[in-house]
């Protein structure tokens, strides 16, 4: 009778059918997925989020969200993120100034620990930095900027997306490097800091190629120089800060993908995937590349080593430089 029993019991076992991985691939998303943006409405990130999430809407049958949490150098954003459910359907988009540099200047301050609270997903793009002025302020390059500011100590008003974000450490960067000291604006975002440059409420900033290039094709801004180590392919004309006077000059905007420590790698795998998928997409790529972002999609191994690079680079700028809050 046992050896019955035992035989029903294995068959039974044998009759419950298996539940493949494919079918969490089916079953997610099956609700809306929330894309929190920890910067103000109208910032590269802002845009970049938008162009993406809608292919990814397409790509998955699922509305994608865009959730502005802006704030605190996009801290507030990611605070609010890092506590999300893991479930896969609360994701962050960041930049570098918020997974690299933050910590560096919000040292037990941050309610979340940068490392362990999020799962990285995929390094989305890489966007220049245009060192940008009001058309009333009489320089044409870098080298000019640099001699007015020399002349006018601390008086040439200069907006950031705020404190520690990257507009702000490539100004920080490029006042140390050239000697001169000018006057720091910080705003709530990349969005709000460029509209004060173009209203005249500032005088210059490095703003986001996302955004200078269409406020320069207006006539609102003049574009005197790129933040990156050679000249960008979208502006070959434009010098680099580097070969105007200040070289090893270097910044860049990172924007990636992450999602709450916790959530599973299936989910991980499937929005890598299809974010990979989109940024390989002609129409996204096009998007991107019209405004001056170069899209990337890489693996979360790649992105973490993005990351490292990133933290350990600023980390240095930030006790070298001597930069803090103000």
Not at 45 to 54: E, V
Not at 265 to 291: F, H, M, P, S
């Amino acid at each position: 009778m046992r050896g019955t029993t035992l035989v029903k019991f294995l068959l039974s076992m044998l009759a419950v059918p298996c539940v493949p991985q494919a079918v969490f691939a089916q079953e997610y998303p099956n609700k809306p997925v929330r894309l929190i943006i920890p910067w103000a409405a109208g910032g590269s990130t802002d845009s970049i989020g938008r162009i993406l999430g809608q292919k990814l809407g397409e790509y998955t049958g699922q509305q994608w969200v865009i959730d502005n949490r802006g704030g605190a150098t996009g801290t507030i954003g990611h605070a609010f993120a890092a506590k999300a459910a893991p479930d896969g359907y609360t994701l962050l988009l960041g930049t570098n100034s918020t997974f690299a540099i933050a910590p560096h200047l919000y040292k037990g301050v941050l309610q979340y620990d940068n490392e362990k609270a999020f799962s990285p997903i995929t390094l989305v793009a890489i966007s220049p930095q245009i060192l940008s002025v009001h058309p009333s302020l009489p320089v044409k390059n870098a080298r000019e900027l640099i001699a007015l500011a020399k002349a006018q100590p601390g008086k040439i008003p200069f907006s950031t997306a705020g404190v520690g974000a990257t507009s702000h450490m490539a100004t920080a960067l490029f006042m140390n490097l050239a000697g001169v000291k000018m006057q720091h604006v910080p705003y709530k975002g990349g969005g709000p800091s460029a509209n004060a440059l173009i209203a005249g409420e500032t005088a210059l900033s490095f703003v986001d190629a996302i955004t200078a290039l269409p406020q320069a094709r207006a006539g609102r801004l003049r574009l005197i120089a790129t933040s990156t180590s050679k000249r960008t392919s979208l502006m070959p004309e434009l010098p680099t800060i580097a070969e105007s006077g200040l070289p090893g000059f270097e910044s860049v905007t990172s924007f990636g993908m992450f999602a709450p420590a916790g959530v599973s790698r299936e989910a991980i795998a499937l929005v890598n995937r299809e974010t990979v998928r989109a940024l390989g997409a002609a129409d996204v790529r096009e998007k991107l590349r019209a405004q001056g972002i170069d899209p990337v999609g890489s693996t979360p191994e790649e992105l973490v080593a993005h990351q490292k690079q990133e933290t350990a680079k600023w980390g240095k700028v930030v006790l070298e430089q001597g930069i803090r809050f103000e």
